[in-house]
Structures are given as C-alpha cells and as structure tokens.
C-alpha cells in the first residue's frame, strides 16, 4: 500500500466496504463489521465463535437472496425460497463467490475436467486437428448421445451381475433355482418363467442348452399369453436389471438394497475401457494422443503436451486451456487428472478446483 496513490485514507468511500449492522444468525450477537472489498480480509476465532456464520450464513446468504429475487416470481417459485438472514442492515453487497470445502457433487458424470471446463477447451482442439477428423467438439463428449459410449452410456463403468449369487445351477425353475426379490416360487416374476414355453420348469439349469441358457438369461422382451392375462418375457438377468439397476430412483425397500449390494458390482467398461467415450471419438488422436489418454495424463504433464501446439485455428482454446491447467499447477493440483470423478476428491482439492475455475471466469 506504500505506493498507493495520494488519496486521503480516512475519507473511506461509502462503496468501498461492505457493512454487516446487527448480524445475529446462528449465536451471533448483534455484530456490527465493515469488510474493505478489492483486499483479502481474514476471519480467525475459535471454533464455534461464528465465523461461519457471519460469513456464509450472513453475507453469502443475503447475496444469493437477492440474486435469486432478480428471477421472476413464477421461476422463484421452483426454486428454494431463502429466508432473509438476520441481521439489521447490510450495505454494498455485491455478488458472492463461494468457494467452500464441500465435497464436488457425487454425480458419477462429474470431473475434474467437467468442472473446469478444461474438457470443453480439449474437445474444442479435437473438434479442428484430430485424426481422423470425427466433427464438432460435442462429439467428443461422453454427455452427449453422439460422443457416448454405448455400452456404459457414457459412465465408463458398467455393473456386472454374479450369478452365484442369485442363481442356482443345481435346482430347476420349479425348485426355485432363482433367488431374489419377488422371484420365489409362485411368485409374480417367477411366473413368467414358468410360463415361457421354451423353457422346462422342472428341468435343472445345468442341463438347460445354450440356447435355453440364453432365453433364460438375455431373452424376450416377448408378450407371451397366460390364461386369460398378458405376461411379458424378459430374460432374468435383464428383468433383474431393469426391476433393481437401471431405475432413475434408486430401490428404498431394505431387503432390495441389500440383494442389489450383494449381487451387482461395478467394473471398468470393456467397450470404452473406462474412456466413456464412443469409438469414432475414443480413437482419434492430436499429437499421437488420444482424447482419453489426454484426460488420464496428469495434470502438469498435460501443460507441457498443450504447450506443443502451434496451430493458429486454435490457439485461443489452447491458450485458454493453458491458462487453467497452470492454475491448477499453481495450487498445487498438477498430480490429478482430468478424468479423476469429481465426487472422489477431498474437500481441500474440491476448494482448490473450485477456485481454479472461478478465478478463471471471465
Ligand atoms: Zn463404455
């Protein structure tokens, strides 16, 4: 501050500080506290002294508030209604950056390279130099229906189910050689097998040919009539899929879950090798890299790969992307990788990562 300009310091202009007046969420006591902005103010005191809650439940909260009443009624009416934080006054707030130790969003779609955009600047450089030319950058992401691995539908794990869990070679349909819920013996589920004419129901897995094996396991969907009602046929593995795995909302019932526990468990995707990426877009490659090896490469070994790029068609995407991979560097961040699942970081890397991106938007 020595070389600061001449003005007179005491005369403070009334923008230059927020001021918090009788702040009282939480245990505070009526706080009276004026924060200089364009400068690093600190907060220290034990724990429990309400640092936090002058802070994030105070300040943060009353500018997220008012944000959110810049929407109009009807969108507001979607959103969590906040109440007004309490405190007597509050003056000169701008909008609030929060960059919290919260864990990242435990959303299986969710990296480090998704979280700070460094995928969209990657996929940019693929979308104009990959060989071979695959099109536009949204082909190259495994959120996108074009850029999606089939097969794992873009997670890059698919759940295998264990047969010795649920099935047993040693019994027939008719001594209930399928165990898991609703499948016992004159069960509703059960009864679809016992139905399907292409299976013996009293005949024992291990002799069923492969044929039946395959019925059994990846058959139908086929509409087969039972006495007077319609069943449909599915294979059991797939029906245990679509009853127990592939739900947008998870079972509840705790006897479910635990079948669900016992029998599932999540490998790497043998089509994309964990990539989440489609062919076209998981084989092309820029310098002799590949999009996905790009992703696993660590951080501060990326930088110098994107250092080697000197087309001009995309050096505003490979400055950018430089940009933010040195941040991440300068943070102390260069060990991750960009395809490191956001959801697996700790809260002191969650923070960093959030920083890197905030510091970095325009
Ligand atoms: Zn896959």
Redesign the pocket.
């Known amino acids: 501050m020595a070389n600061d300009h001449s003005a007179d310091h005491s005369a403070v202009h009334d923008h230059d500080e927020i001021r918090v007046r009788g702040a009282r969420v939480n245990n505070l006591k009526g706080i009276d506290v004026d924060i200089p902005k364009k400068a690093l103010s600190v907060f220290t005191g034990l724990s429990g002294s309400g640092k936090s809650s002058l802070v994030f439940g105070t300040i943060a909260a009353e500018s997220r508030r008012l944000i959110d009443e810049t929407y109009s009624t009807f969108i507001q009416g979607f959103m969590p209604s906040l109440p007004r934080p309490e405190v007597d006054h509050l003056e000169n707030l701008t909008a609030a950056i929060v960059v919290d130790q919260e864990r990242m969003g435990a959303n299986v779609r969710s990296t480090v390279g998704t979280a700070t955009d460094a995928n969209s600047y990657l996929r940019l450089l693929f979308s104009r130099l990959s060989e071979p030319h695959v099109g536009a950058s949204f082909a190259f992401s495994f959120n996108t229906p074009e850029g999606m691995?089939p097969?794992?539908e873009?997670?890059?794990t698919?759940s295998v189910l264990d047969r010795s869990v649920y099935l047993d070679m040693e019994k027939s349909l008719a001594e209930g050689a399928i165990s898991a819920p609703g499948f016992n013996v004159g069960d509703w589920h059960w009864t679809a097998y016992e139905a399907t004419p292409k299976l013996d129901v009293n005949k024992k897995l291990k002799d069923y040919d492969d044929e039946e094996w395959e019925w059994f396991l990846h058959g139908g969907p086929v509409k087969e009539k039972r006495g007077g009602s319609n069943q449909t046929y599915l294979g059991v593995e797939k029906k245990l899929r679509q009853l127990f795995l592939d739900r947008d909302t998870p079972p509840k019932q705790k006897h479910i879950l635990d079948f669900v526990d016992r029998v599932s468990t999540r490998e790497t995707?043998a089509?994309?090798g964990?990539?989440?990426l489609a062919e076209a877009p998981r084989t092309a490659t820029v310098r002799g890299k590949t999009i996905g090896e790009l992703a696993d490469m660590q951080i501060d070994e990326l930088l110098e790969w994107v250092g080697g790029i000197d087309d001009p068609s995309v050096a505003p995407a490979a400055r950018a992307l430089k940009d933010m991979l040195s941040s991440m560097v300068n943070v102390g961040l260069g060990y991750l990788s960009l395809s490191r699942a956001a959801g697996t970081l700790s809260g002191g890397e969650a923070q960093r990562v959030k920083m890197v991106k905030h510091l970095g938007s325009a």
């Open positions: 691995c097969a794992c873009g997670v890059g698919v995707c089509e994309c964990g990539t989440r």
